[in-house]
């Protein structure tokens, strides 16, 4: 487990904004590895794509229909060719039986990552708070 950040005033982070987005459609980025590009129902007309670096441990085929955390009010931003307006939070662990490379850091199959989601169905584009 990694130290915490700093505190930060409750005025910052209130500056974000949390929603829940159902993955309408997710495919490997055709320009990166280790990204996965998701279109996303946040409630909006025109829906959003993000890119996530979750290819090593998620098939897209499974992500379609699943409701997802994102932060909704990140600036986009071009990832190897492609737009990323948004990030979906997800968790990372380290297994118990990890194995750890000869410079002392886990490779990718050492994690766990795993989107946050909610535990019931919600509106697309429902506020987090």
């Not at 974000?16 to 590009?37: F, G, M, Q, S, W």
């Not at 998620?58 to 990140?74: C, E, H, M």
């Not at 000869?102 to 584009?125: C, H, I, N, T, Y």
Request: proline share 7%; glycine share 6%; net charge negative.
């Amino acid at each position: 487990m990694s130290e915490p950040l700093p505190a930060i005033a409750y005025d910052l982070f209130s500056k974000i904004d949390l929603r829940v987005a159902t993955v309408l459609a997710a495919e490997a980025h055709p320009n990166a590895d280790k990204l996965l590009k998701l279109k996303l129902d946040d409630g909006t007309p025109e829906g959003r794509q993000v890119c996530a670096g979750v290819r090593a441990w998620y098939d897209p085929a499974t992500l379609v229909g699943k409701q997802v955390v994102i932060v909704a009010n990140l600036e986009p931003r071009m990832l190897r060719g492609e737009v990323s307006a948004g990030m979906i939070l997800a968790a990372s662990d380290l297994k118990a039986e990890a194995v750890i490379d000869a410079d002392g850091k886990p490779g990718p199959e050492a994690r766990d990552v795993v989107f946050l989601s909610v535990d019931k169905p919600v509106k697309a584009g429902s506020k987090v708070s």
